[in-house]
């Protein structure tokens, strides 16, 4: 049941699995643990929670794959003008010839630094 349907004690509910949803701890005082699938658990009241004995989990490092996958396919789309050829193709801006207008530059060969 979402969280977001919950209004009055539960008290058969000892577990939660949840997407980082505060955990509304007065509606369950039999919960002994929250599982958060993901990352971050920033809304879930953590120190609240272990005040009551109850575990809280998460999953780290579930998206590093995805986040590393998606940053380049980002620095793809942003350096091969993707949206823009996209756009102009949709448009019907298109005549067919490879080449009309600007063709997008290539990344063979570029040095790619990444900070943080």
């Given at each position: ?48 929670c272990a005040a ?65």
């Open positions: 049941m979402p969280l977001a349907e919950l209004h009055e004690p539960r008290e058969d509910v000892q577990g939660l699995i949840l997407a980082n949803e505060p955990v509304p701890l007065d509606l369950l005082p039999s919960l002994r643990v929250v599982a958060n699938f993901g990352v971050g658990y920033d809304r879930v009241d953590v120190a609240a009551r004995g109850v575990v809280v989990t998460n999953t780290p490092g579930v998206l590093d794959e995805a986040t590393a996958d998606l940053a380049f396919a980002l620095i793809l789309a942003v350096r091969r003008q993707v949206v823009k050829g996209d756009r102009f193709v949709r448009t019907g801006r298109w005549s067919g010839s490879w080449s009309e207008g600007g063709l997008a530059e290539e990344l063979t060969g570029s040095t790619l630094g990444i900070l943080g």
